[in-house]
């Protein structure tokens, strides 16, 4: 039995493309017969907003889905990310990094080699003594990246099959000292004993990145299966600009929860439009490799609009 899990960010509301990746993370779980947990990704301190923790847990809730076990928070997890960053240390595997936003960005829009668009190539790695020790002198808190060297990683995912992707220096700890998410998700996975990973398919290019970070930690890595996104219909990711998209908005606008799994539910294919359905009825419907590959855009009402201050 493969643990499987969700691990919402509580920086906001969740949408339709979250509670929709919820519900299959749930699905590939629970019908395979394993456990399911819940983690909540707090470790960023100027993001988190603590009210939405509670209401996303009531969200999932509110469309029946379940979790085993306590709810983990990340920020109760200092000491296992030290730990790992110290494991990697000591093995000679990580270097400061001095680099601003700006020439980060800058950096990555130059060609370096078999890097993917966007990745960091190592800019700091290759200053000099005197010039590492000039940036030191800043003032400018660094952060510590790993020395992955542009391995190459592949693994076999359930919806995309073979993918392979060059690892670049990632960021383990920030400036400000807080664990990176690469670093913290890997670390938290292999510590809840996560076998089986579902989540969207925007992050399939970190993937390579984490299973190379477990891999120098000695920890076991899951397998994975990244499914499609929800867009608005000028094919960005979904918002709140697109419409009534969360399921406090759905509900003013008159869709219940029941309803809103009943579209989650038709648009992977398992319940016919305005069919009323329960989770542990889709169950027996459920089969990964019918899945839809596509993005779904849901047909979306206007949000209603914000409650004015009185």
């Known amino acids: 039995m493969a643990v499987g899990r969700f691990a919402p960010s509580p920086t906001g509301s969740l949408h339709l493309g979250n509670l929709r990746t919820a519900l299959l993370a749930w699905l590939f779980a629970r019908s395979a017969g394993s456990r399911f947990v819940v983690r909540v990704e707090d470790l960023d301190p100027g993001a988190v907003r603590e009210h939405f923790v509670a209401e996303q847990l009531s969200d999932l809730a509110a469309l ?28 000679g595997l990580t270097y400061p990094c001095y680099c601003t936003r700006r020439e980060i960005r800058e950096a990555a829009r ?44 592949g693994f076999e995912d359930r919806l995309h099959g073979e993918v392979q992707g060059a690892v670049d220096d990632l960021v383990l700890r920030r400036g400000d000292g807080t664990p990176a998410y690469n670093l913290a998700v890997v670390v938290d996975d292999a510590a809840q004993g996560i076998e089986e990973v579902v989540r969207g398919d925007d992050l399939l290019a970190s993937t390579p990145r984490q299973i190379h970070l477990g891999e120098l930690l000695g920890l076991p890595s899951p397998t994975y299966a990244h499914v499609p ?31 809103v799994l009943g ?10 439009d305005g069919e009323a359905v329960t989770p542990a009825a889709l169950m027996d419907r459920f089969d990964p490799a019918a899945l839809p590959r596509t993005p779904w855009v849901p047909e979306l009402s206007p949000a209603p609009p914000p409650a004015r201050a009185r």
């Not at 379940?66 to 000591?90: C, F, K, M």
């Not at 890097?115 to 000039?134: D, I, K, Q, V, W």
């Open 229 to 259: 996104l929800v867009l608005g219909v000028d094919g960005a990711r979904l918002a709140k600009r697109h419409g009534a998209v969360t399921l406090a908005d759905l509900a003013a606008a008159g869709t219940s929860a029941p309803q």
């Open 110 to 153: 130059a060609p370096h080699g078999p890097y993917p668009e966007g990745a960091y190539p190592g800019t700091c790695l290759h200053l000099s003594p005197a010039e590492r020790e000039r940036r030191a002198r800043s003032g400018r808190d660094p952060a510590l990246r790993l020395r992955a060297g542009g391995v190459r990683v």
């Open 64 to 91: 029946g889905l379940d979790w085993d076990g306590p709810v983990e928070r990340q920020s109760a997890h200092a000491g296992r990310y030290a730990a790992a960053i110290d494991a990697l240390t000591d093995a």
């Open 263 to 272: 579209r989650l539910a038709t648009s992977l294919g398992l319940a016919a």
